[in-house]
């Protein structure tokens, strides 16, 4: 996952500060992030939306090529969350009438009920990654959600089983997957934060669903896992629950957190082969990183896996900071990368 040849490629996990003339920010901080449809945090009006979020993904686009990053993601501007965009508009699923499903941290929330086969109807991003594509000359990441996560961000009242569900979701993951690449992605990334919330069944199914998502695709793919947002999420466990397992995934590259939980950087090493996402920013501090700090915390990453095959990123999405923060965590975050390629060269 190169930015062309580029050493420590510097990208965005997925989300970037949304702003504060497009969503309630304080609504969506209060609550966990949605899984069925939230049309009340936007603060813009039905009819203007798509342009305020078309303007809003400029900005993010804008910031990330000012910042200096190499990859650009859209900042996904037009999601609630990372996965209801997309979990919503499938087949199978009544979004009217939610169902329950305990979120990572045990509380319950409200979520999609699946009451059919869960199928794609439709591209759900494939316009996102055109306009991104359309926006910059650098390369592209988008981001989808995990088959294994929206599983389990769902109330079950039609499978006999999670695993057969997660399949399903799987293969309609693929579907998108192959139709973001077809419309100019250069990197698509799955979101599988439940695979760190929830091993066993991550062991006994969601493994072989995000096989499944991947199967027969051509093009560069990442998996994102994480310990959950900083803004909501406030305790982090000493290390991942679920990483070695990733050996056994056909994705190229594996995203993760350091910064904030201090993670023991020798797991890397059961990764050999896998470009390594390292997540370098602590998204829990509202102070920003010196370049220096965020330099430290890639040599640490550089102690068990080769450079060549590190990209540089935040530890999880900066959809919830202030916009002056996440630009100059990202503004760092450059920065850093860029003395340490220069010790490395």
Same mark, same amino acid.
């Given at each position: ?26 609504? =969506? ?6 899984? @069925? ?16 979020? &078309?303007?809003?993904?400029?900005? *993010? ?13 859209? +900042? ?7 996965? &209801? ?12 009438? /939610? ?11 409200? $979520? ?5 086969? $869960?199928?794609?109807?439709? #591209?759900?991003?494939? %316009?996102? !990654? ?12 988008? @981001? $989808? ?28 993951? &693929? ?17 599988? /934060?439940?695979?760190?919330?929830? /091993? ?15 199967? +027969?695709?051509?093009?560069? @793919? #990442? !998996? ?5 947002? *900083? ?5 982090? /466990? ?20 350091? #910064?904030?939980?201090? =993670?023991?950087?020798?797991?890397? %090493? ?10 370098? =920013? ?7 990183? @010196? ?9 640490? +990453? ?22 002056? !923060? ?9 920065? +850093? ?9």
């Amino acid at each position: 996952m190169s930015a062309g040849n580029r050493l420590l490629p510097t990208s965005l996990v997925g989300s970037y500060a949304m702003p504060d003339w497009l969503i309630d920010k304080a609504k =969506l901080a209060g609550r966990f992030p949605p899984r @069925t449809r939230a049309a009340e945090l936007w603060r813009i009006a039905p009819e203007f939306l798509e342009e305020a979020q &078309n303007d809003a993904t400029l900005i *993010a686009i804008r910031d990330q090529e000012r910042a200096g990053l190499d990859i650009i993601t859209d +900042g996904e501007m037009r999601r609630e969350s990372y996965s &209801n965009r997309f979990a919503t508009a499938l087949e199978g699923v009544d979004i009217d009438n /939610p169902g329950t499903a305990l979120d990572r941290s045990g509380h319950p929330n409200p $979520v999609p009920r699946v009451v059919g086969k $869960v199928r794609r109807k439709h #591209a759900v991003e494939v %316009e996102d !990654v055109k306009f991104l594509r359309a926006n910059t000359d650098r390369r592209v990441k988008i @981001t $989808v959600p995990g088959p294994f996560t929206m599983s389990q961000q769902a109330q079950n009242d039609f499978y006999e089983s999670e695993a057969e569900m997660a399949m399903d979701y799987a293969a309609a993951v &693929n579907e998108e997957i192959r139709d973001l690449f077809a419309a100019g992605a250069d990197i698509v990334q799955i979101d599988e /934060p439940y695979m760190q919330a929830r /091993p066993e069944k991550a062991e006994e199914y969601g493994l072989e669903a995000l096989n499944a998502a991947l199967a +027969g695709v051509k093009g560069e @793919t #990442a !998996v994102h896992i994480c310990f959950g947002y *900083a803004a909501i999420i406030h305790a982090r /466990p000493e290390g991942y629950s679920f990483l070695p397992q990733f050996s056994g995934c056909s994705c190229n590259a594996v995203s993760i957190e350091t #910064a904030q939980s201090n =993670l023991d950087t020798s797991v890397l %090493e059961t990764l050999p082969d896998k470009t390594i996402i390292l997540g370098v =920013l602590d998204l829990s501090d509202p102070e920003i990183e @010196t370049p220096e700090k965020v330099a430290e915390r890639i040599r640490r +990453g550089l102690e068990h896996h080769p450079a060549e095959k590190i990209v540089v990123a935040p530890d999880c999405g900066l959809k919830y900071l202030p916009r002056d !923060v996440a630009f100059g965590k990202m503004k760092a975050m450059a920065d +850093g990368a860029a003395i340490v390629r220069a010790e490395l060269q």
